[in-house]
């Protein structure tokens, strides 16, 4: 079981070298092993508390602080709900794909009871996690719960998927926002709408691992519906997320770290276009994760900006 790791995650990670054989399946299906998305998943959250601190220059830092590490914790729980749902919800599909087979229900290493389960008691945490915020975020969290819902089937549906996962992953920069501002404000939808487009992009990347897979299986994906036009998608998708992100800042009145800091991000957001190759699945996974720094990236350029 320990040298029957995904494609797409090391032989050497912690979960293989350290877990006990019995829980190994669990911190697979929970992608323990790939914490990639608890990060992309936990930088929009952030975002919006430092956005909110921004607009607000009222907060205490300590609440600050407390906030972000409670959004630390629920970004690894729930990105692992979220996982064990999907993998529920596609464990037919998954055995057909290079890059999926080896997860946890497609190769047998866990019951779809157990994964069920598995499943309740994660939401369970989340829950608890939720209830320390308030009303406002809690609320917002319980509506965040429709989004992640439909995603995993969007793929069946449409050929934008990305955009459905842009929506359900970037949910966190309202709740991020309302659990230290009274009110929403349009700068954070600014930087939610910023979000989605940055998720679209990178996610397009990531598909194109599993192009030539998903066709054959019937799936669909911005990957597929885009092919060799994915550059030129990735210039336009990743410049309105720039952009959105630069009317952000106007509207918060950031200062001047702000838009240097910005700058590096559509550097790098070219770097990812220039590197990418739909063609190379290495890269492509290569170039999807350079957005967890990228992601800390655009938390500084909020912080900064006090």
Same mark, same amino acid.
């Given at each position: 079981?320990?040298?029957?790791?995904?494609?797409?995650?090391?032989?050497?990670?912690?979960?293989?070298?350290?877990?006990?054989?019995?829980?190994?399946?669990?911190?697979?299906?929970?992608? &323990?092993?790939?914490?990639?998305?608890?990060?992309?998943?936990?930088?929009?959250?952030?975002?919006?508390?430092?956005?909110?601190?921004?607009?607000?220059? !009222?907060?205490?830092?300590?609440?600050?602080?407390?906030?972000?590490?409670?959004?630390?914790?629920?970004?690894? #729980?729930?990105?692992?709900?979220?996982?064990?749902?999907?993998?529920?919800?596609?464990?037919?599909?998954?055995?057909?794909?290079?890059?999926?087979?080896?997860?946890?229900?497609?190769?047998?290493?866990?019951?779809?009871?157990?994964?069920?389960?598995? !499943?309740?008691?994660?939401?369970?945490?989340?829950?608890?996690?939720?209830?320390?915020?308030?009303?406002?975020?809690?609320?917002?969290?319980?509506?965040?719960?429709?989004?992640?819902?439909?995603?995993?089937?969007?793929?069946?549906?449409?050929?934008?998927?990305?955009?459905?996962?842009?929506?359900?992953?970037?949910?966190? #920069?309202?709740?991020?926002?309302?659990?230290?501002?009274?009110?929403?404000? #349009?700068?954070?939808?600014?930087?939610?709408?910023?979000?989605?487009?940055?998720?679209?992009?990178?996610?397009?990347?990531?598909?194109?691992?599993?192009?030539?897979?998903?066709?054959?299986?019937?799936?669909?994906?911005?990957?597929?519906?885009?092919?060799?036009?994915?550059?030129?998608?990735?210039?336009?998708?990743?410049?309105?997320?720039?952009?959105?992100?630069?009317?952000?800042?106007?509207?918060?009145?950031?200062?001047?770290?702000?838009?240097?800091?910005?700058?590096?991000?559509?550097?790098?957001?070219?770097?990812? #276009? &220039?590197?990418?190759?739909?063609?190379?699945?290495?890269?492509?996974?290569?170039?999807?994760?350079?957005?967890?720094?990228?992601?800390?990236?655009?938390?500084?350029?909020?912080?900064?900006? !006090?």
């Amino acid at each position: 079981m320990r040298d029957q790791s995904p494609a797409d995650a090391s032989n050497n990670n912690w979960v293989n070298q350290f877990l006990p054989t019995a829980f190994i399946p669990y911190a697979r299906l929970a992608r &323990l092993d790939r914490p990639i998305g608890s990060w992309l998943l936990f930088w929009p959250c952030l975002w919006g508390v430092w956005l909110a601190q921004l607009e607000t220059g !009222l907060i205490p830092l300590s609440q600050t602080l407390y906030v972000s590490a409670l959004f630390g914790v629920g970004a690894i #729980v729930m990105r692992g709900a979220g996982c064990t749902y999907n993998d529920i919800v596609d464990r037919d599909y998954d055995g057909k794909v290079e890059r999926t087979r080896n997860r946890p229900l497609p190769a047998g290493q866990i019951t779809v009871k157990q994964a069920w389960a598995f !499943l309740i008691v994660q939401c369970l945490i989340g829950l608890c996690v939720l209830l320390q915020f308030n009303i406002q975020t809690i609320i917002l969290g319980v509506l965040s719960l429709a989004p992640i819902a439909i995603y995993p089937f969007m793929k069946r549906f449409t050929w934008w998927p990305q955009l459905f996962l842009g929506i359900a992953f970037n949910w966190g #920069v309202f709740m991020g926002y309302a659990a230290l501002a009274s009110n929403l404000s #349009v700068t954070v939808g600014l930087v939610y709408v910023a979000a989605i487009f940055w998720t679209i992009g990178y996610d397009t990347i990531y598909a194109h691992q599993d192009r030539e897979d998903d066709d054959l299986i019937g799936l669909k994906s911005s990957a597929i519906r885009l092919g060799d036009k994915t550059y030129i998608a990735l210039w336009v998708i990743y410049g309105l997320s720039v952009l959105s992100f630069l009317a952000a800042g106007l509207m918060a009145f950031a200062g001047l770290w702000f838009y240097l800091i910005m700058g590096a991000v559509a550097l790098h957001l070219a770097w990812q #276009v &220039l590197n990418t190759d739909i063609n190379d699945s290495d890269k492509c996974l290569a170039v999807f994760k350079s957005n967890r720094i990228l992601g800390f990236i655009i938390m500084m350029a909020f912080a900064l900006s !006090l």
